[in-house]
């Protein structure tokens, strides 16, 4: 029996595999175990990955949520110029900003942001982290070097003179820092940031530092127009003639009150003087309007507007109104200005703060305490003689410059009241030369016509008195806003509510000196105030109409250089009040913010939030 046989036999059947074969499975098994080790190699990096973005994101978080406090206490410490404060703010500062940046702006962590979901989220942290390192490279620390090397003393007036070369140093810095403050904005509000789909505390964070930075733009903007303006107007290049308006809110005007005196301030290399006084008086009516008005100004306002000097703001428009009066000072006097520049008594009585109290011919002193009072209301009582009032106006006005061009100022008190005269609209500036002009435009301080954006409709609330006296002190105002859709086309109403009440004493009509009170002589009884209320919305509003204590009634819609607005008058015995409704429908769909500017009073006149439903027979 052959060997094969014998294993037949013994139920054994033995196959030989050819070569093939086995190389085949043994390398589909490597090839597999390969697989294997890869595919673990990969759930291993992909761990890592994830741990590594993880953990940088949250430390990234830790130092922007350390971050973002700073950048705010750091810009308030340069505006009040605590510079020592600020500088070390600014490095710590700069320090988180800069590791937060640097935490998200690796290779991997950008790879991840192609990611679904989660690359938006990264995207946008990203995006914060660099926004913070911007402002606190390009604006935060070059403000605060600037500071730490400026004595805001400097600021402060000497002898009737400004230091102008400490003006001129910041312009660089701060125009970088504008420049820096805004690409940062314009980093986050930019629509892949903005829109993102992101977790809750990031969306948070995101709507916080957006928030800070539109707060930034303006108030490092406003100070880079500032340290551009200022030199030019106080005479670094050439001497300068300021007319001087002096608004009195006791007869209410639409930028303020009327222009009771006038100075004129001569300027240059920073020295100004007290070049000229002027009261009402000194312009009696002109025979012909002294500009040609824009049809729409002269069917609201009348010619009285470029003929009167106590009418030329009756306007809202203080390009406007300014221009007027800067032609009425020429043909009076014979001076063409270079600038015009309003305020009231309520920016003296901010600047008393900085020069402490000042006395006044009359005996009396004159402090941030009583300005307000004795020059809008006292003087009238005490003096029953315009020409005695005009006198006591023109002493306190002469008494203050005096203080502001002495050695005593209070820089920081200075700058403060300025600044806080200027948020509220009591100092307004406009300048003949357009390239100058063009500095201004679009601030608080130019006066004119608010400015809606993508975010917020804007509306003007504008009171003139038509008593013909000096019954404004006693005319209180509140004004509240709202708006409702009740449209299918997604366009929305808004409200502006109007609070009007005479808080004159009863027997005002006898009580009250006639040159308060008018007493009758341009048809309002004694004791009433009556107002012309103006209300005005952005192009491509509609008006809606206008209640008063729910009911409507007559007013007058019209327009105003594009603006859409609605006009009433209100005449008011001494303890009624009435409350009045101006409805608007907006031109195009989507919400927005309401912003109202309104008349400087005596007082701050707040706008509340008023809850408004689709009732109401006006919409």
């Known amino acids: 029996m052959t060997q094969a046989e014998s294993h037949v036999e013994a139920g054994h059947v033995r196959h030989s595999d050819p070569p093939t074969t086995r190389g085949s499975a043994r390398r589909r098994m490597h090839r597999r175990r390969r697989l294997r080790w890869a595919a673990t190699a990969v759930a291993v990096l992909l761990v890592a990955a994830v741990a590594w973005i993880a953990i940088r994101g949250a430390l990234a978080k830790q130092e922007l949520e350390a971050a973002v406090p700073l950048a705010r206490t750091a810009q308030q410490q340069v505006l009040t110029g605590d510079a020592d404060a600020a500088t070390a703010t600014a490095r710590r500062l700069a320090a988180h900003a800069a590791a937060a940046a640097d935490l998200t702006s690796d290779p991997a962590w950008k790879a991840a942001e192609l990611l679904p979901w989660v690359g938006a989220n990264l995207e946008t942290l990203r995006a914060i982290a660099a926004s913070v390192d911007r402002v606190a490279e390009g604006a935060v620390t ?25 003006v001129i140093a910041l312009q660089e810095p701060v125009r970088d820092a504008a420049a820096a403050v805004q690409q940062a904005r314009a980093t986050m509000v930019e629509e892949r940031i903005a829109a993102a789909e992101v977790v809750a505390p990031l969306a948070d964070a995101r709507a ?5 930075l539109d707060d930034a733009v303006t108030t490092v903007d406003g100070l880079d127009r500032v340290v551009r303006l200022v030199p030019v107007m106080l005479g670094a290049d050439e001497p300068r003639e300021i007319l001087l308006l002096f608004q009195n809110n006791a007869e209410l005007r639409s930028t303020g009150g009327i222009p009771g005196a006038l100075a004129l301030l001569r300027a240059e290399d920073g020295a100004f003087t007290l070049a000229a006084q002027a009261d009402t008086g000194d312009f009696p009516k002109f025979e012909q309007p002294v500009v040609t008005l824009p049809i729409e100004t002269r069917a609201l306002y009348g010619d009285n507007t470029a003929s009167y000097i106590q009418d030329v703001n009756f306007t809202p428009q203080f390009p406007l109104a300014a221009s007027i009066a800067r032609e009425m000072w020429k043909q009076k006097f014979g001076d063409e200005v270079d600038s015009v520049i309003a305020l009231d008594p309520v920016v003296l009585s901010h600047i008393l703060v900085a020069t402490g109290p000042v006395a006044l011919p009359t005996g009396e002193t004159l402090t941030s305490a009583n300005a307000v009072q004795l020059l809008l209301r006292d003087v009238y009582v005490r003096y029953g003689d315009p020409a005695v009032q005009d006198d006591f106006f023109a002493a306190a006005t002469a008494a203050v410059f005096e203080a502001i061009s002495g050695d005593n100022v209070d820089p ?3 700058v403060g009241a300025l600044i806080e005269s200027g948020y509220s609209r009591r100092i307004l500036v406009w300048n003949a030369d357009p390239a100058e002009q063009a500095v201004v435009a679009g601030t608080d301080i130019a006066g004119e016509l608010p400015r809606s954006t993508a975010e917020v409709d804007a509306f003007g609330v504008y009171f003139n008195d038509i008593t013909g006296a000096k019954m404004d ?3 209180d ?12 086309d997604g366009r929305r109403t808004t409200v502006i509510q109007v609070s009007m009440a005479n808080t004159a004493p009863a027997d005002a009509a006898v009580s009250l000196p006639p040159y308060v009170t008018a007493n009758g002589v341009y048809g309002t009884p004694p004791g009433v105030i ?9 192009p491509g509003n509609f008006n ?12 007058h819609p019209t327009s105003d250089s594009g603006y859409t607005l609605s006009g009433i008058e209100v005449r008011l015995a001494p303890g009624e009040r009435a409350e009045y409704r101006f409805a608007f429908l907006a031109g195009e769909p989507g919400v927005r913010a309401t912003e109202i500017v309104s008349t400087p009073f005596v007082y701050e006149v707040e706008t509340s939030a008023l809850a408004v439903t689709c009732e109401s027979a006006l919409w």
């Open 142 to 166: 070059p403000l605060a070097r600037a500071a730490a090397e400026l004595d805001l003393a400097a600021f402060a007036p000497s002898n009737g003179r400004v230091d102008l070369g400490p």
């Open 208 to 212: 916080e530092l957006t928030a800070m």
């Open 412 to 414: 920081r008190a200075l």
């Open 473 to 475: 002190p006693y005319l």
């Open 477 to 488: 105002v509140e004004v509240a806003a709202g708006s409702v859709g009740c449209r299918n």
């Open 530 to 538: 009556a107002t012309a209320v103006r209300v005005y919305a952005g």
């Open 544 to 555: 809606l109409g206008v209640e008063r204590d729910g009911a409507p009634v007559p007013h």
